[in-house]
Structures are given as C-alpha cells and as structure tokens.
C-alpha cells in the first residue's frame, strides 16, 4: 500500500502532460486519470486503516537528505476527501467548458493542482511542504483567471500577490528552523523541537504566512472576489479544498510539529480570529446578492470554525476528551468540504441554465431545477451544522469542548454564527420556490447535476452517519 | 434478521421510503402516490400493532448506531414512546386520506406528501428515541421538514410564516442543543430511563442542572407553544389544513409537549425535578398559557386562528400535568397528548372541510352551516364539546384526572382556578360557534361554493376523516377503562415512572 | 569568519523586512511584486547564511538547493504575475 503514495502524485502529474500533450482526448484522459487517482487513495486509507502509518522514502533516500513521504490518518482522510471532490468536480466540469481551447488549458492546469495537493498532504518535511505549497498556488491563481473576465484577472492577481506573500513568511520560518534545528523533517523536528526565540519566531512566521492562504479572518480579504469569479468547478476545489490544504498546515505545526512550543495565548488569538471569522463572514453572506458570493463568505465564515478549536485543543489535556474535539474538528473541515464543493457545483448549474446567479430573481428555480435546489438544501444542511450532517457531530464537539473547558465564549459564537448561516441558507430556498406549478414530467437527474448532488449527500448524510470511523482513522499515527 | 433491532428501523422507515420515492413521481400520477401513501400508512400501522402487543409484554425492543465516540444515535421502544407512536400513526393515515381529498387538483402535490411522509418518520423516529441525543436529532429534521409544509402555497405569506416559524424553531432548537451538550458534558450520554438518571449527581451540580433545565424547557417549549415562545403558530396557519392538522395535532407541537414530558419524567426524573424547585416554575409557564391562549381565541374570527390559540392552550395541560406531582396528575398529563391530538384534528379537519367545501374561513360566515353539512359540524361538535371536557367525550377524562391528580398534589389552590377558568373560557369561544353553526339561519349565499351538495356533502375524502377521528374521541371517553386504551395506556407508563 | 554569516544573516533579515514594507505599502500591483522578489532575495542570503560551517569546511548543500529551488519557484511565480498584469491592462486598454 506504500506505493500508493507515489501513484498519488505520479497519476495526475501524469495526466496533466497526458492533457497537454493530447488536446483532443483530454477529457477521456482527465477523468481516466481522476479514477485512478481516486483508487489509489482509497487503497491508501485502506491501507492506512489496516496497517498504520504510511512512509515511502522516494529513491530510496533516508529522511534527512531524501524526500519522504508520510501518511497518517488524517492525511488518508484529506486525500480521500481531496480525491472524491476532484472527480466529481472533474465530471462536472467535463460538461462545464464547452469550448475545446477552454478545455485545452483547463485540464493541465487542473490535474497540476490535483498534484500539489497530494503532494503538500504527502509531505514529510517542511521543505517539501513550501514547494508543494507555491506549486498549489500558483495552479490555482492560474485556474481562477480562467475565468476571462476583467473581474477574474484582477481577483487572480491580488489571490497570487497574497499567495506569494504567504509562501515568502513561510519560507523565511523555515530558514529559520533550519538554522536553529539543522533539520526540516517533521517527524525529527516534532522531537526535538523546544520553546525558544528560534521556534517562536518560526511558528509566528510560518503561521502567519499560512493565514494568508486559509483567508484567516482579517486576512480573508482576497477570497470573496477570488472564489466568487472563478469558473463553478474552479470556485469548488479552492473553497473546498486549496484553503483547506494551508489549514492542515497550521494544524501539523501547531498540534504536531509544535505542540510544545504553542501558547494558551497563542491559541486562543486564533481563536478570537476565528470567531471574527464566523460572525464577519456570516454577516456577510447575508448580505451578499449573487450566490457565489454568498458561498464564498460562508467558506471564510466556516473557516473560523475551524480555528475555533485551537483554544479548546489547548485547553484540555492530551487524552480522551482531546481526542474527540480534534475529531470534531476534522469531521467540520471534511463536511465543509464535500458541502461547499457540492453548493459551487450546484450554483455552476443555475449560473448556465438561468445566465445569472443573482439571489433575488431565483424565483422558480426550485421547479426547473428541482434537483439542484435540493443540492443546494442538502449542502446548506451541512453548512448549518444540522443532523443528520457530519458538521452537526462536528460542532456536537464544539460546543461540548467550549463547556467542558469553561470557555463559554466560544460556544454563543458558535451558536450566533449557525443561526446566522440558517438564515443566509433559508433566504437562498426562500428565494428558490415560486407559484409556478412543477412541469409535469417526473424528477431526473442531469449527468451535470450527479456530481452536485452526490457531494452535497455525502456532506449531509454519508459523513454524519459513517461518523465513527473518522474518529477510529484519526487514531492512527497522531 | 434480529426482530428486535429491525422493528423500530421499519417503523421509521415504512414512511421514509414511500416519501423519497414520491418526490420523484409526476404531478399527475395520482394512483401511485395515493398506493405509495397508503400501503406506507397501513404497512406502519400494522407494525405498531406488534410494537404495542411487545412493549405491553415487556418485550425489549432496541436499535443502536454509533455516530460518534460517546454519542450513540439509539431508537428503543418503551411505554411512552408506544403511546406517541400509536397516536402518529393512526393520525397520519387518517390525514393522508383527508390530504388525498384536499390537495386534489393542488399544485407541488409531489413535493407535498414527499415532506409529509418526511415529517411522519421525523415524528416516529422523535417519539422512539431512547436518548436526548437521539432526540434532538429527529427534532431538528422535524424543523427541516416541515418549513417546505408550511411554505407550500408559495404565496408571500406563505413565505413569511414559514420563515418567522423557522426563526422560532430553530432559534429554540439551538437553546436545546446547547442545554443537550452541557447536559452531555456533565452527566454523560442521558438514556430515558423511568425515574430520571440525574439524581444521582451530586449536590454542586444543582445550579447547572437547573439551568440546563431551562434551557431545554425553552428549546422545547417553543415548539410546544408555550407562552411567550408561541409566536409562530398563528402566521404558520397559512399552511393548507392538513398540514395545519398534522402540525398540531401530531407532529410538531405535541413533539415539544413530548419533549418535555420526556425531560421530566425520563431524564430528571419527576420527584427529583420538584426537588430543584423546577416544578412550580413549569406548571406556573403551562398555567399562564393556558389561560393566555384561551383569552386570544375569544377575539379570533378567523376560525383556524381560533383554532390555532385553542391549541397554545391545550397543549399546555400536557405540561400542567407533568408539573403536578403524583401519579394521577402524570396521568391526566400523558392522556391528554393522545386525547387532544384527536380532539383538535377534527376540529382542523372540519375547518378544512368548511373552507374547501364552502370557501367560509370565518366563524362569522358559519352561521347554519350545521343544516348543510350536518356531519361534518356534528363532527366538530363532538370535538368542541370534548375541548371544552363534557363527558363522555375524552377531553372531560384527562381533565378530571388532571383535576384529581392537582387535589392529591396539594396543588388544588391554584390548578383548580386555571382548570376551571380554561373550562369556562373553552365554553366562551366554543358554544357560541356551535351555536351559529346549528340555531341560525344561513345567509344568501356561501362566501364560495366549490363542491356543490350531492349525496354526501362533501367529497368522501373530506367527509371520512373528521368523523372517524370524531367517533375515535368519543370512543376515548366512553370506553376509557378498557384495556389498550388511552387511559389504561397512561396510567401504565405513570405506574412504571413511579415505580408502582 | 563568524562575522561574515552575522553580516550575511542581518542582511538577509534586513532585506526580508525591506520586502516585507514594501510588499504592504505600495500601491501597484507591479511594485507589489518587485517588493515580493526582493522579500524573497533576503530569505535566500538567510539560508545561504545559514549554510556556512565552518572555517575551511565545505558549505552545507541543502540550504543550497533550498535556494536554487526557492529562485526557480521564484522565477515561475513572477513570470505568471507579469503574464496576468500583461493581461489585466489589455483588458483595461480594450474598455
């Protein structure tokens, strides 16, 4: 199962050249790429799940010198997650781009951030970790300037400014690092990491360069216009999953790497930016009048969440009760993914089928587009963090850290923050229903609308009621 | 196949199912939809049949599913569950036949009985629910549920009711689950357990518990209407009446009044809840809007808004008599769900038949309608008489009981005035439409006659409902002490509550 | 000499600071990216800095791949910034 690794890195790198090189059976040769890749992570979390952790020292190299690849149970989760957006977001988009020049350099681009991703989640040290990092960013700002249009450029542009920015305040952390550690593995450095100048100011630097790219609230500034200008399949996977890639970041080097180092005060800074982050971004998505918008401030709201755990991690002692809030945290990040991937996915289809995406005039919607709607429904479920949804668990956990440690802050944060997205969620359907009758012809399913529906299912119900394996996973190797 | 594991699943399921598929179905496949509707309805039915016959004989039935380390979502079958499950399933087949009739030629009909069957299995799967957890779930996919309910017209008001019912419901569902996680935190996962699980905590844990106590009542009491979280109910009228039916008399607001009979009796315990004090707090909350909802329908002329705070104050008997102490009190309480349930119905279903049949939605526009649809106004009749508790009808059952039960709690100062007062203003915004209905004459015209007088006076779909469940009413009161009724079934959960 | 991989290292961090001003407080986007290059200029004199052992030892190689890594990620990410700035004023000179 080891060698799934590398294919997880060598079948879209692959395919990208393959969709170069072959403009013509590019699609054939994405989504036959996107299977495969798909196997080759599940067989990783199959294997990970029977047999531990995973490392695979590429040429043969030892740690140290070579590049080594690791999995664990979190990252096996995030790649099959990874995996399952992409393909499904790969059919979708298959249908998407109707012009073969926009498919030409959709494809290669597309298999390239594939790449990086599973490459960044495969790192093993950090090194790697900033390649894998620069090579993501810059593959998505390339694919947000898809969209053509002067607004897109211009988001594309601020996105690789800021992106750059982030990856210079993470390399110069880990120069430094290196320069008190003479190590960049992380196994190695977890051990041997302790509290001083050198490691501070590393973490603070790296950090903060990690908040730029996961749009950490009040550095989210450049996410809305970015994700919100993007083409639909686009938008999904950054939301979904490029801004989700720099947080598992800053969670390995808080949790891992770090966790020596890290500060109660520390923590808890981020969590007051999180908690900005649910209620600025909240607010804002109420507001918003275009749904991509509105899906892009949800991500930065959801986004807080996720570091509203950071206090709560830190607060409670290594142990049961810890575990099961860092599995409440993934379970939101996994939910959050499939939900928002699914929500872009289903906004792509009424942006083509009604030439606009503005909220007000969706009415009767919910009848020419039935299941879509009903994607949209199922994904805001999610977003809301109602059962049977894996966010519910997820924040089930929130709120049981937030009392069980006294921090009853975060808790009313996190309840303004769900009620808020009920409220942005119920004004979309509200919008959607209308007098005119149903056509009368029974339900189908559109082969665009599959990719939608089946991410946003997996979001508001496979997540919740499989829950209990995230959990077992995450055991592994942390 | 374990038996004992599956039943509860298929219980839920039976509902479930035949609601996914008829989302699919188009608008005019009428025969499959009534077919998928039906057999889900008598296929549920027959399985609550076994379900009462194993849980009378103390048979254990339980199904467990673990969705995350210390929470397990878990469906067990015990008395009180039993007696929910018996009412919603007899009432939703009932209603779904009373829908066939009054949806048809509607638009969204698809749509329509998808949710409804939607918030059926939500009510089950909420009254089989052997923990809080569990219980929150289903109580929050009934919020889900039964917004597209509500909203079906389409209309702007349609919308707006919905989204203020929403705004209540899941404002209060979020109280409820932050009172479930603190709950969580402290005691651990909270089975139902008869007798409560908490007094066992020690004494320091009293403050919290008493808060946490609140909060659920909150949660729980905006769905159950109690004064002053019931501010939804009024504008969720503009559902059609079916849906209006379903919500009062069995789903929505008898879940909360559930809720809370669960909360006291299988969480806290009922001894240990009068001991924190908590109580008197909660029977003051059921007195005052028991009182307040009887006082708004006098000025109602809107026959579902009369209707609509007729049950603000109903509803809350159930919560009276969780509050009073002692076995016949519990009894008057738990009774009352079942008995009100079929008592409001057809009072909501008459409603329905008089505004589909005659376009009247005015109690000033009834006057001798009695003489054009006698069943259906004998019906109501029967329904009103029982609400305001004249013998035989059920009504005057839990009633009495409630009224021994407060003697025997010593709670008499107090219980009695609001029992009687109710009584007293029941009679006020009852008798008088009765009144107008039989004894005056009509006018010129109905406001819109829709379904001409023929045979019956109205279609069959209309006509059968409310008289089934108006002869079931009766039928609770005459009958009262035989074994499996409604009685015999509440004084067994008060018996193992307490312990007797 | 120890002198020379101070001087090299405040350098580095000195022309890191010097990027960093410029990066937050100019307002085109090309200056932006200038500043960005020379950010990026300073952490390569850090890690080349960091790389030093010795009087008469071989210098450590893997800060050394670092940087050469680092200009070429450098290279591609400005090269793509102008090919989008390239773009964004033929948009602006088509309106």
């Known amino acids: 199962m080891t060698d799934a690794m590398i294919w997880l890195v060598a079948l879209p790198l692959a395919g990208a050249l393959a969709t170069l090189l072959l403009p013509r059976s590019a699609t054939a040769a994405a989504i036959g790429t996107g299977l495969a890749t798909t196997i080759a992570a599940g067989l990783l979390l199959f294997g990970v799940a029977t047999q531990g952790a995973q490392q695979y020292e590429i040429g043969g190299w030892t740690a140290g010198l070579g590049i080594a690849l690791r999995a664990d149970g979190l990252s096996a989760l995030l790649l099959m997650m990874t995996a399952l957006v992409v393909l499904a977001a790969s059919v979708y988009a298959s249908a998407y781009f109707k012009r073969p020049f926009e498919r030409a350099r959709f494809w290669p681009l597309w298999l390239l951030l594939w790449t990086s991703l599973n490459a960044l989640l495969l790192s093993g040290d950090l090194f790697n970790l900033y390649v894998t990092l620069e090579l993501l960013g810059l593959s998505a700002v390339a694919l947000a300037s898809l969209g053509g249009k002067h607004a897109a450029v211009e988001a594309a542009l601020r996105y690789l400014y800021v992106g750059l920015l982030g990856s210079m305040m993470f390399l110069a952390g880990v120069s430094l690092i290196y320069a008190g550690y003479g190590t960049l593995d992380l196994a190695t450095l977890a051990r041997v990491v302790e509290p001083g100048p050198v490691a501070w100011s590393a973490l603070a630097m790296m950090t903060a360069g990690l908040l730029l790219k996961t749009a950490l609230f009040p550095l989210h500034f450049w996410l809305p216009p970015a994700h919100a200008s993007a083409p639909a399949p686009v938008s999904a996977v950054l939301s979904a999953l490029v801004v989700k890639a720099a947080f598992y970041l800053v969670l390995r080097l808080w949790l891992d790497v770090f966790a020596n180092v890290v500060t109660p005060v520390a923590a808890n800074l981020l969590g007051l930016l999180g908690a900005g982050a649910v209620l600025w971004g909240s607010w804002r998505a109420l507001q918003a009048e275009r749904l991509k918008l509105l899906a892009a401030y949800s991500t930065v709201a959801q986004l807080g969440y996720l570091f509203l755990f950071f206090p709560l991690l830190l607060a409670l002692p290594p142990g049961p009760a810890r575990d099961l809030a860092a599995g409440g945290l993934v379970m939101l990040a996994l939910t959050h993914g499939f939900a928002k991937a699914g929500l872009f996915l289903a906004i792509g289809i009424i942006q083509q089928r009604c030439g606009h995406d503005t909220i007000r005039e969706l009415g009767g919607t919910a009848q020419r587009l039935p299941v879509t709607i009903f994607a949209i429904a199922l994904a805001g479920v999610a977003l809301i963090g109602l059962p049977p949804s894996g966010a519910f668990l997820g924040k089930w956990q929130l709120l049981a850290g937030a009392v069980a440690t006294g921090q009853w802050w975060w808790l009313v944060v996190t309840a303004i923050g769900s009620l808020l997205a009920a409220a942005y969620i119920f004004r979309v359907l509200g919008h959607a229903f209308g007098h005119q009758p149903y056509p009368n012809q029974p339900v189908t399913v559109a082969r665009d609308e599959w990719p939608a529906l089946l991410l946003a299912a997996m979001a508001a119900l496979v997540l919740g009621l499989a829950g209990a394996s995230v959990w077992e996973l995450l055991e592994i190797g942390t | 196949m374990n038996w004992d594991t599956w039943l509860l699943v298929l219980v839920v399921a039976s509902s479930l199912l035949p609601g996914l598929v008829i989302f699919f179905l188009r608008e005019d496949s009428h025969r499959l939809r009534t077919l998928l509707n039906l057999a889900g309805a008598i296929f549920k039915l027959v399985l609550v049949g076994i379900l009462i016959w194993g849980v009378f004989h103390e048979h254990v039935y339980e199904t467990r599913w673990t969705l995350a380390p210390g929470l397990d979502l878990v469906l067990h079958a015990d008395t009180l569950s039993v007696l929910f499950v018996t009412l919603s399933t007899v009432l939703w087949l009932v209603t779904t036949v009373y829908a066939i009739g009054y949806l048809e030629n509607a638009a969204h009909r698809s749509r329509f009985f998808g949710f409804f069957s939607l918030c059926v299995s939500a009510t089950v799967g909420l009254a089989l629910a052997g923990n809080l957890f569990t219980f929150v779930i289903f109580f929050e996919l009934l919020t889900l549920v039964t917004y597209p309910l509500v909203a079906h017209r389409g209309t702007p008001e349609a919308v707006r009711g919905a989204r203020i019912y929403l705004t209540y419901t899941l404002g209060g569902g979020m109280l409820l689950l932050i009172g479930t996680v603190w709950l969580y935190v402290l005691a651990g996962p909270t089975a139902f357990v008869e007798g409560g699980v908490l007094s066992s905590l020690p004494a320091e844990y009293h403050p919290q518990l008493k808060m946490i106590f609140v909060l659920l009542i909150i949660g729980l009491g905006v769905k159950a209407a109690l004064v002053p979280l019931h501010g939804w109910l009024p504008h969720a009228m503009v559902a059609p009446a079916p849906v209006s039916a379903l919500l009062h008399a069995v789903a929505v607001v008898k879940a909360g009044a559930f809720g809370i009979v669960r909360v006291v009796y299988d969480v806290y315990g009922v001894n240990f809840t009068d001991q924190l004090g908590l109580l008197t707090g909660l029977g003051i909350a059921a007195a005052i809007t028991i009182v307040y909802g009887s006082v708004m329908a006098l000025f109602q002329d809107n026959l579902k808004k009369r209707l609509a705070y007729s049950t603000v104050s109903q509803v809350s008997y159930i919560a009276l008599g969780t509050a009073i102490l002692g076995p016949i009190g519990t009894i008057g309480g738990i009774v009352h769900l079942v008995h009100q349930g079929i008592m409001k119905i057809t009072l909501f279903f008459a409603a329905g038949n008089y505004a589909e049949t005659l376009g009247i939605h005015k109690v000033s526009e009834m006057n001798g309608v009695g003489r054009r649809m006698p069943a259906t106004t004998l019906a109501f009749s029967i329904a009103a008489l029982g609400m305001i508790g004249v013998p035989p009808v059920a009504g005057f059952v839990s009633k009495w009981y409630l009224g021994l039960g407060a003697l025997e709690a010593g709670m008499a100062a107090w219980v009695m005035p609001v029992l009687i007062i109710s009584s007293v203003l029941n009679a006020a915004y009852f008798l008088p439409v009765l009144y107008r209905a039989w004894f005056r004459d009509p006018g010129p015209a109905w406001p819109a006659e829709h379904i001409p007088a023929a045979r019956l006076e109205t279609s069959a779909a209309l006509l059968w409902p409310p008289v089934v469940t108006a002869i079931l009413a009766l039928a609770a009161g005459l009958f009262a002490s035989a074994p499996y009724s409604p009685l015999e079934w509440a004084t067994l959960i008060a018996e193992r509550e307490y312990g007797l | ?95």
């Open chain 3, 1 to 95: 000499m120890m002198t020379a991989q101070w001087l090299y290292g405040l350098t580095g961090c000195l022309i890191v600071a010097l990027g960093l001003r410029g990066a937050l407080l100019h307002d085109s986007l090309l200056q932006r990216i200038v500043a960005i290059n020379v950010m990026g200029a300073g952490v390569f004199l850090l890690l080349i800095a960091v790389a030093y052992r010795g009087p008469g030892l071989a210098p450590d190689p893997l800060p050394h791949a670092l940087v050469l890594t680092g200009i070429v990620v450098a290279v591609s990410a400005t090269a793509l910034a102008l090919a989008l700035v390239r773009r964004l004023h033929a948009e602006r000179d088509d309106d």
